[in-house]
């Protein structure tokens, strides 16, 4: 009777005894003590399931783990990574669509340099005098039509520019002869002999007469520059013709080639987004409980399985073991993609659980800049010119002396008003 009665109290003491996971349960949450450990963590709208375990270390602590298993990872997994897909499909195609552009340009290249060839060709290969093509040139041709004109006054009015300074001293003379009365030469026997004025007229229009013909003269001289530099433009025209041409056919030869290496690199990227594909993520965290019944917290992180059955374990640090809690207590998350964006993060180490869209990403950019890099390199070259030819100087035109027989030599008077 005895020995039933102490069975039946041990019995009652025995159920009134808290295991070690309703210890931690049971305990206020110290972020925010209006909660227990369980009424925070066991109704998370974020888990599709959550399971309690107790066990000991290998220091022979008593653990209880918690353990939430997210929702939505693989809804989420199928949306980035059909982003990411599409961002590299966008960027093949535009390496594509630039190839082609630079097809184009150089096909455009090519029709205005045969173009400008033909027009060459096609154009009067005299100087076209009443329209020079340089300034030096338009000078002299102006001038020339004056002094051609036979209008003394234009002729008298113009400054021929200090090529000329000889004839422009000439015309000076003259003007000033030409402001005098008519002086005439006597001789001391025989009465006058010569009107001076007669004399000053021949001498100017032998001036005159000189000076177009050197004008002439300087005008060969550029007409054979211009037809020398337009014979070079030519030759330069006809090498930037075969430039477009060779790149041209190289393009449009390796186009086929190019585009399969394009959709080799995309498939491989494509690859890289798909493999290893996210299964499956859990969040855990684990108590230590003491013999006094108090529970610390001691591990929070996260446990992640992928389609090629391997895992990989991501440990929070302490500061992300209270942003974690903090996000938990909120209780906002309803799948994995809004818990990516409270899960805790950290400069140092990258969240593993985000390691699946951050791949696709880079891979999405490592494929554009590449593109770039390949259509600036492509542009380049198929917009290449060939070097410009070296052009000869333009011919300097040298001060022109007019002849000493017809320079204009003031007449000298006789101390009796009489010419010599």
Not at 53 to 76: F, L, N, W
Not at 112 to 133: E, F, Y
Not at 143 to 155: K, M, R, Y
């Amino acid at each position: 009777m005895r020995r039933c009665a102490l069975l039946a109290l041990a019995a009652v003491l025995g159920g009134c005894v808290q295991s070690d996971i309703d210890k931690v349960k049971s305990q206020a949450v110290p972020e925010d003590a209006t909660y227990t450990v369980g009424q925070a963590f066991g109704t998370r709208k974020v888990c599709a399931s959550t399971t309690w375990a107790d066990s000991s270390d290998d220091r022979g602590r008593k653990i209880v783990e918690y353990r939430c298993s997210i929702k939505g990872v693989d809804d989420y997994t199928r949306t980035s990574g059909g982003e990411a897909r599409k961002a590299l499909r966008d960027a093949a195609q535009r390496e594509k669509d630039r190839y082609l552009d630079d097809v184009k340009l150089l096909q455009a290249g090519v029709a205005d340099a045969k173009n400008t060839l033909a027009s060459a060709h096609g154009a009067p290969r005299t100087w076209p005098g009443s329209t020079p093509m340089d300034p030096q040139s338009r000078a002299i041709n102006e001038s020339l039509t004056v002094l051609e004109s036979g209008d003394t006054d234009a002729i008298l009015a113009r400054d021929y520019g200090p090529r000329y300074s000889e004839f422009n001293r000439a015309v000076a003379e003259y003007r000033a002869f030409k402001g005098t009365p008519n002086v005439v030469m006597y001789s001391r026997c025989c009465g006058p002999v010569v009107d001076r004025s007669e004399e000053a007229n021949t001498k100017f229009q032998a001036a005159r007469q000189a000076v177009v013909q050197m004008m002439n003269s300087d005008l060969a001289d550029l007409q054979q520059h211009g037809m020398v530099e337009a014979a070079q433009g030519l030759s330069y025209q006809s090498q930037a013709l075969k430039g477009y041409q060779e790149r041209l056919d190289r393009l449009t030869a390796g186009q086929a080639s190019a585009f399969a290496e394009i959709d080799g690199r995309l498939k491989a990227q494509l690859d890289a987004v798909d493999h290893p594909r996210l299964g499956g993520v859990d969040e855990v965290f684990r108590w230590s409980v003491g013999d006094h019944g108090y529970a610390t917290l001691v591990y929070g992180g996260l446990h992640m399985r992928y389609a090629d059955a391997t895992v990989q374990d991501r440990d929070y640090t302490a500061q992300e073991r209270e942003e974690a809690i903090a996000s938990i207590l909120h209780n906002k998350a309803m799948g994995y993609a809004g818990f990516t964006q409270e899960a805790p993060m950290n400069d140092q180490q990258v969240a593993a659980q985000q390691a699946a869209q951050q791949a696709a990403q880079q891979a999405a950019q490592q494929a554009a800049q590449q593109a770039q890099q390949a259509a600036r390199q492509a542009a380049r070259q198929a917009l290449e010119m060939p070097p410009m030819p070296q052009m000869p100087p333009m011919p300097q035109i040298v001060n022109r002396r007019v002849p000493r027989s017809v320079q204009l030599v003031p007449a000298q008077q006789s101390p009796d008003g009489r010419m010599p």
